[in-house]
Structure formats: C-alpha cells, structure tokens
Antibody, heavy 117, light 107 residues
Framework: QVQLVQSGAEVKKPGASVKVSCKTSGYTFTGYYMHWVRQAPGQGLEWMGWINPNSGGTDYAQKFQGRVTMTRDTSIRTVYMELSRLRSDDTAAYYC??????????WGQGTLVTVSS | EIVLTQSPGTLSLSPGERATLSCRASQSVMKNYLAWYQQKPGQAPRLLIYDASSRATGIPDRFSGSGSGTDFTLTISRLEPEDFAVYYCQQYGSSRTFGQGTKVEIK
C-alpha cells in the first residue's frame, strides 16, 4: 500500500533553516510528482511547490521562491523540503502529498515546524 | 494567481441533512481542474472529488461535485456523523491554489 512517512517535529530559531523528509513506499517512486503543502495553526492549506522525483525538476509557489528547496534521493525513495530564513509565521504543519494526474491522492502525516526564539 | 473563495465559512447542520458548499474562482478554472478535500482535526486532508465531479476511490456516493468555469459546488446528500469536518477546494488548472475552507459543524 502507498505510504508517505514524514520526519518528526522540529523547533527552530528565527533565521535558521529546516529540512523535512518524506519517505515513500508502495508505488513507483519516480512515477509521481510530490507536492508540499503547509498549514499554519488553525488556518487553511497553502501550496508550496512540487518536485519531479524522476528528473529532480521543481516548481515553487512565487511566495516561497528563493527560500524553499525541494530535493530527492531516489536510492532511498525520499523527498525533502528545506525552508530557509525561517520566521515566526513559518510555524506550521508541513505535508508532502503525492500527485496523481494533478490531484493529491496520498498525504504524509504532517511535520510540525515551530519557529520561536 | 487564481483566488478561490469558499462559502459559507461555517455550516451548522444536523446529521441526515443536506450540505451544499460553494467555491468561486477569481477566473475560469482551466478544464474544470477543481478538487475537493476533507480534513478532520489532527489529520491530513483526504481527496474527495477531482475534475469538479469525479469521486475519488472509496468515496461514498453521498458526496458529489458539480460546476464549471468559476462556480463549483460540493454536495453531501445526507450528513453522516463522520462528515463533520473542514472542506477545501483546490484548483490545479493554473499552478495550484486552495480555498480558505468551509467548516461543517454539528448543529
């Protein structure tokens, strides 16, 4: 069965970077794009971008360009999302989600990133 | 960027009632590439509807989607206790954007 398992919660100081991982199983890793979506506490969903695990190509939401980097390691079927220059309003749950013909059919369990001094 | 506006913000209904949720786009959504997701507290979102009206695998037929262009609707024909949750629309015709969500709560 398809599974997306994300890394654990993180606490970071303003200005630092965070790297969240999403380990996949149960399907052909290089056959599906992977998206990242975040959700601030009590707020809605915000799309951050996607990565093509086959080529490594990426597309980032304009809001995050210059601060976000999505990468992958095909040998361990894992994608990563790194966000730099963290601010307090980056405090959120970060989700990876598999793209099946443009819609997000499987999601990770979420990783809470807290930015606090 | 396409902005999606969902209404109402909160819908207070009783089990067995019909729920009608609206999602309006700031410009036409290409090929009606519009999806609906359900999210319960502490859980990741779950895909319900894609391409405006197609149900995802395993989704009960009490959930239906309709609409085209800029106006879309999610209908839950008879609310079950497990349907009380927050619902988001998302367009994927031009990049990706989500609506702000509609909470369906027990009256």
């Amino acid at each position: 069965q398809v599974q997306l398992v994300q890394s654990g919660a993180e606490v970071k100081k303003p200005g630092a970077s965070v790297k969240v991982s999403c380990k996949t199983s149960g399907y052909t890793f290089t056959g599906y794009y992977m998206h990242w979506v975040r959700q601030a506490p009590g707020q809605g969903l915000e799309w951050m971008g996607w990565i093509n695990p086959n080529s490594g190509g990426t597309d980032y939401a304009q809001k995050f360009q210059g601060r976000v980097t999505m990468t992958r390691d095909t040998s361990i079927r894992t994608v990563y999302m790194e966000l730099s220059r963290l601010r307090s309003d980056d405090t959120a749950a970060y989700y990876c989600a598999r793209d099946a013909s443009r819609v997000l059919d499987y999601w990770g369990q979420g990783t809470l990133v807290t930015v606090s001094s | 960027e396409i902005v999606l506006t969902q209404s109402p913000g909160t819908l207070s209904l009783s089990p067995g009632e019909r729920a009608t949720l609206s999602c309006r786009a700031s410009q036409s959504v290409m090929k009606n590439y519009l999806a609906w997701y359900q999210q319960k507290p502490g859980q990741a979102p779950r895909l319900l509807i894609y391409d405006a009206s197609s149900r995802a695998t395993g989704i009960p037929d009490r959930f239906s989607g309709s609409g085209s262009g800029t106006d879309f609707t999610l209908t839950i024909s008879r609310l079950e206790p497990e349907d009380f949750a927050v619902y988001y629309c998302q367009q994927y015709g031009s990049s990706r954007t989500f609506g702000q969500g509609t909470k369906v709560e027990i009256k």
